[in-house]
């Protein structure tokens, strides 16, 4: 496609469940970030691939969060036994590498409701 | 700590101009963003200042000034359509991007 995707659109979760949160950036992006973003704040970062390699996970909030992107396209976002905490709208971004990270482009991101 | 701060909501009038302040205290620079995010849909990249003084696009325009830790999003002949949230955001020394909270622009007839 076009743009960066995210799927699901939204996304509601009991307590305690887990959940996987997919994107597919755009084809050929090298960089491929995560972040989390709280009503009403600004995105926070949560991790950064390059590739399939995850260079940066220093933003993961718990261990119950795990990504993983393994033939270095499409990235899998899964959060473990969620909380009402983990409730925000999750973002992908990616770009041609992060030496290019002025052209970053985002999806329209995962809002998950944790209940 | 890292902190970037900008007004939470601003209101103003279609046609008028709005500036929009950013000032920020982080570990390193490496440029400063501003971001337009229109409810429930993805950031859309408006603008990328490295170095001082002002970048002009059309009816927006970025300054940047290092020595103060400050930056202004302009915004030109306002129309309803901008109605927004406009994030500033920080790259650091880690080239990572640090994100203020967004100020909401609310515009009127």
């Known amino acids: 496609g076009a743009g960066v995707s995210q799927s699901p659109r939204y996304k509601v979760a009991k307590r305690g469940q887990d959940v996987a949160l997919r994107c597919d950036p755009i084809?050929?992006?090298?960089?491929l970030f995560w972040y989390q973003q709280a009503l009403g704040q600004g995105p926070e970062f949560l991790t950064y691939f390059q590739n399939e390699a995850q260079l940066d996970k220093s933003g993961l909030p718990s261990d119950r969060f795990f990504a993983e992107r393994p033939e270095g396209s499409v990235s899998t976002l899964k959060i473990q036994r969620t909380q009402q905490e983990d409730s925000a709208v999750y973002l992908c971004?990616?770009?041609?590498?992060?030496?290019?990270?002025?052209?970053?482009?985002f999806g329209s991101g995962t809002q998950l409701s944790v209940l | 700590g890292q902190n970037i701060d900008q007004p939470t909501e601003m209101t103003a009038t279609e046609g008028a101009i709005v500036q929009i302040n950013c000032t920020y205290q982080?570990?390193?620079?490496?440029?400063l963003f501003w971001y337009q995010q229109h409810a429930g849909e993805a950031p859309t990249f408006l603008s990328y200042?490295?170095l001082d003084g002002l970048e002009e696009k059309g009816r927006f325009s970025s300054f940047l000034s290092r020595s103060k830790g400050y930056s202004y999003l302009l915004l030109k002949e306002l129309q309803m359509k901008d109605s927004a949230s406009y994030l500033c955001a920080v790259l650091d020394s880690n080239y990572q991007l640090i994100w203020g909270a967004g100020t909401k622009l609310i515009i009127k007839p």
């Open positions: 971004a990616s770009s041609e590498d992060r030496g290019h990270v002025e052209k970053l482009f």
């Open positions: 982080t570990s390193g620079f490496n440029g």
């Open positions: 200042n490295v």
């Open positions: 084809s050929g992006h090298v960089s």
